[in-house]
């Protein structure tokens, strides 16, 4: 009686009832998803028309995924070098989880990041390490979407990190009134408008001849809208290190530089280690926008598999497919992130 | 005294510094006001050799060539020029933000309650949904909701007055009331209010967490009965937690609400971005943009200041 399931009449009444919803919901999606589905790798017709199995089957026709799952992981990177997006995508997922069992702790991490990423985009590119140069517009898929979401961290944090100590009380006030309206004026501004931004109007900023690919106008233009909202974050981890710090510092003989970079940012970074996580969440999300711009990350590859008309009515298989990857990656950092929290409070 | 000498020194030592630092940021400034007006002059430049286009809001009286459907104003395409045009974009996404705004709260109240009730099984579905719909891009949602409406069965036959409302692949209709919604409209507001109630469900849930335990037993000693300590003790000692970090998800939800562009429906990123193309005018388009959607979220900032201020909020 004491797990609350059964305590009086409605609430024996929402169990039961509750319970058999929940039975029957259970039932239903994996019915759809496994008993009645079709088997991921069962052959595929080779002239392009959907496996029989699938016309006939109620449940899921998961060979539609398995077909277009190159192009949704790699998009059109060409097949021959398919190794490459292969070994960049672990290398980068290797750099994730490594990161996240060394609870991000460790002085070594922005040089490990700053060396995987380079590694990474030599690879991808090819060209300065003796491959066939692939242009970033053939990048795609799922390794496009870390690619972008890794260069919003080693971009957008130390740009956040600077814009909130532009708006430290000590800096100097025009300095902290720039700071304070950049912080402002994109967080009210929708991402689309930045990209569009970056899409239609730089191009005419710079000579024709240096115009950058949309790759490189797409990460300026995430680094420079999360950097906003990093700066957030971390200035409220700079407000909440007491004054005490300051002075003790400052009573040290250790100057204003010396002060932040070795007593104050570091604490204020371990403190708000779990809110950058979130932060960094809705930004790994909102790569997806890239659409807009005309880069095929994850989502905009999967969108595009299923518009070839004879998978149309599959929308739904592809669909989940590539919600779950997005899930696996921020449900998993939603994780870290309550862990971090857990061990912030109780070091405090 | 050798104190006194010393402080004297650090003073003009440091009002030598805080002058050198002014002059810094002098410069700074001239740079940053050189450097914007170097990048507007290359723009408006490049803009006239590359494309042949003056920069300039003239276009925004010139007939824009943008069908729109169901306007909820008068308007004319081919007729109303480009300022008509964009204006109808920002009324509809007034529009799907408020119903997403009211949506999004009625669901994210009753999911945050739900994370609170004692029973198990409540609080775990909740718990269950809120995951799920957050860990996923709200754009691929909006696009998965947007593909399950398209693919509902077709309205065979002419709709029947006395029913009360057809859902079809082609929207939501309410015959009694005369309305119809679009497909667009209704898997905007479907995506952005079950997101946001996933947010706003935290929200709630803290807030009442946050009411101090002792106001919750000094009820009940008082003998007050369980509708009245959660409507008189609890809801407003609660709301004073909520509110801030609500009006911020509502200006998240307006800003997301851009997003409407993906599927189609004509908000004023939407006509924006088609003005854009006939007329080559981007900054100016994007500006436009970008006024609206400060517009709306510094109203929506003003209203929290003003709250924040009040008296409601200082009486703790």
């Not at chain 1, 799922?142 to 000590?170: D, E, Y």
């Not at chain 1, 001849?209 to 981890?237: C, H, K, M, Q």
């Amino acid at each position: 009686m004491q797990s609350g399931l059964f305590d009086g009449w409605v609430s024996s009444l929402v169990t039961l009832a509750g319970g058999l919803a929940a039975l029957a919901a259970i039932f239903a999606i994996s019915r759809w998803a496994i008993f009645d589905a079709v088997w991921p790798f069962s052959p595929v017709p080779g002239n392009g028309t959907v496996p029989a199995a699938c016309l006939q089957r109620a449940g899921a026709c998961w060979p539609v995924v398995a077909s277009h799952g190159r192009f949704i992981l790699f998009g059109s990177y060409p097949a021959g070098g398919a190794w490459r997006p292969l070994v960049a995508t672990i290398l980068l997922l290797g750099l994730y989880l490594y990161s996240f069992t060394t609870r991000l702790r460790g002085r070594h991490l922005p040089l490990l990041w700053l060396g995987v990423f380079a590694c990474v985009l030599l690879l991808l590119d090819g060209r300065y390490i003796g491959l066939s140069r692939v242009p970033t517009d053939d990048w795609g898929g799922l390794v496009l979407t870390l690619v972008l979401a890794t260069g919003i961290i080693l971009g957008a944090l130390p740009l956040g990190i600077a814009l909130a100590l532009a708006r430290l009380p000590s800096s100097p006030r025009p300095i902290r009134f720039l700071a304070t309206l950049y912080v402002q004026l994109l967080r009210g501004i929708p991402l689309i408008s930045v990209l569009l931004v970056a899409a239609f109007v730089l191009p005419l900023l710079v000579p024709a001849v240096l115009v950058p690919d949309r790759l490189d106008r797409a990460l300026v233009a995430l680094i420079l809208y999360n950097a906003a909202y990093f700066a957030e974050v971390v200035r409220s981890g700079l407000q909440a290190q007491p004054t005490g710090q300051w002075e003790a510092a400052t009573a040290l003989g250790l100057s204003w530089w010396q002060t932040v970079s070795r007593v104050i940012m570091p604490q204020a970074l371990r403190m708000m280690v779990a809110p950058l996580v979130i932060t960094f969440i809705t930004a790994f999300k909102d790569t997806s926008l890239v659409l807009v711009i005309g880069l095929y990350d994850l989502l905009t590859s999967a969108r595009t598999a299923i518009a070839d008309p004879v998978w149309q009515d599959y929308f739904i298989e592809v669909y989940v497919a590539t919600a779950g990857l997005y899930f696996l990656f921020c449900f998993g950092m939603s994780r870290l992130a309550v862990h971090l929290q857990a061990s912030v409070a109780r070091a405090r | 005294m050798p104190g006194d000498m010393s402080h004297a020194v650090a003073a003009r030592s440091s009002r030598e510094a805080s002058r050198q630092v002014d002059r810094l940021v002098a410069l700074l400034y001239a740079a940053c006001l050189i450097a914007a007006s170097v990048l507007a002059a290359v723009y408006i430049e490049n803009l006239y050799v590359r494309r042949g286009i003056q920069f300039g809001f003239r276009f925004l009286s010139e007939p824009a060539a943008i069908p729109i459907d169901h306007p909820p104003i008068a308007y004319y395409a081919y007729t109303d020029g480009y300022a008509r045009a964009l204006l109808v974009g920002a009324i509809n996404t007034l529009k799907v933000s408020l119903s997403g705004i009211v949506f999004a709260t009625l669901l994210g109240a009753a999911l945050g309650l739900a994370l609170l009730a004692r029973h198990p099984l409540v609080s775990l579905v909740a718990r269950i949904y809120i995951e799920a719909l957050r860990n996923v891009p709200i754009l691929l949602q909006l696009m998965i909701w947007y593909a399950l409406l398209l693919h509902l069965p077709a309205r065979d036959r002419p709709q029947a007055p006395e029913s009360t409302f057809v859902l079809s692949n082609r929207g939501l209709s309410v015959p009694m009331l005369g309305a119809e919604l679009s497909p667009e409209f209704c898997a905007l507001i479907l995506g952005l209010s079950a997101y946001f109630a996933c947010y706003i469900a935290e929200i709630v849930r803290s807030g009442v967490l946050g009411v101090p335990r002792g106001q919750v037993e000094a009820a009940h000693a008082l003998g007050l009965r369980p509708f009245h300590r959660a409507t008189r003790i609890i809801l407003p000692q609660a709301l004073r937690l909520i509110i801030p970090p609500l009006g911020n998800q509502y200006a998240n939800l307006v800003k997301t609400s851009s997003m409407a562009v993906a599927i189609g429906y004509q908000d004023i990123v939407s006509i924006a971005n088609a003005t854009m193309t006939q007329t080559g005018q981007a900054l100016e388009a994007i500006l436009l943009i970008m006024v609206v959607y400060l517009t709306i979220n510094s109203a929506i900032g003003i209203v929290l200041f003003l709250y924040e201020r009040s008296g409601s909020n200082r009486a703790r």
